[in-house]
């Protein structure tokens, strides 16, 4: 599936084909797929493409369930044909597409791919001509897991946890489009200068609630908006903005971001430090870290140190006074902005795989601490294999650890046990687990 003529390339309903295709079935990122195919497209076009790309996403389970119905075996139906009726169904279901419109670009879309026509025609003419989306029934758990196109295990488990109603809320946050949160830089902007050019290109914005750097775009939004502002302002969802201020860091304080690149809670302690800190950022991959060096870059941060390193590996016993880890996770709590992490685990026995790797990093991160510093622990997923079972085992093997139980400027985000928590049905944000801990 390759755009390989113009003709392609410029059609948004065949680069959906493509970037559908890579998503599923060569596991590249949605982000990385619109950039890719929709350099060849103008804005309205573009606009198009990610709009149905990203519904497909969001949808997948039910409109293959809906696909079910219609052929005969829809496990031999060839992946480009299969992508290409969801992309037809979505648009004929949630978007206001005339019925006509459906059937004919979708069989053009075939046409390009080569295969199977008339079967595309045959399923969306049969689809709508029984006039009525069909509903899964049944058990609720089933059900629910169908219409919001989640795994079941996963529905199971946050059923067990939150109750079914919660899960319901949980499930369809995670299937609307999110609100597009920029940080403003306070080293050059005050927010109301960037609130008021914002408003000024006419686009809807409002100040985020708790954080005090942060602006809200109401979708729809095009990044383009805000392309040349890099360095002014930063995309970084306001949950994920909160947790740097959960380090309570100042001026001259040494400071370790363990897990930093590509950045955006590293440069963002130093606009809390007035840039007046000494800020260790240290990453193992080299790719994420050349990102975290252009927005340091674009930011004109000057307190910031970048190490490319295996951040266990270090000889830096008791050096710091804050140390933020936010460990690599399975990141179930930003399905709402990367909908494809529904898809990519197949049950909960996966999350081991990343506890045993948090924990280990959190216990060789914390030789670094100073007696009486402040480390903080946080992943963007709110499961239990991930959160409270990494802290728990980290306290019984180091005593000398505590929690610190909560924070007063967020105090209705903290459980009595001194856990943080951000959830999207509940507080219109990514999903955030942090905990604030401390060494005696």
Known sequence: MNPDNNRKRKNPRFLVVCSLTDVFQRHRKPKECINRYG????RKDRALLQEIFYGVLRNAIYLEWILGRYLSRPGRTRKSTLYNLMAGLYQAIFMRVPDWAVVNETVKVERMCGRNPGLVNGVLRSFLRAGEVPVPDGDAEEALAILTSHPLWLIRRWSRRFGLRETERLAKANNEIPPLVLRVNLLRHRREEILEILTDKGINAEYTPFSQAG???????????IEGMIGDVFIQDEASQMISCLLDAGKGM???DACAAPGGKTTHIAELTGDEAAIVAVDVSRERLDRLRDNVLKGGYRSIGVVEADVRMMNWEGRFDRILLDSPCSS???????????YRYRGPEQLVRFQQRQLDLLLSVSRYLREGGLLVYSVCSFEPEETTEVISEFLHKKRDFYIINRMDRFGEFFTEEGFFYTFPQRDDMDGFFAVRLSRR
């Open 215 to 225: 602006i809200k775009i109401m979708p729809p939004y095009d990044f383009g908006d």
């Open 254 to 256: 040494n400071i370790l």
């Open 39 to 42: 350099r060849y497209l103008d």
């Open 332 to 342: 179930l709590g930003v399905i709402r902005r990367n909908p494809d992490l529904k």
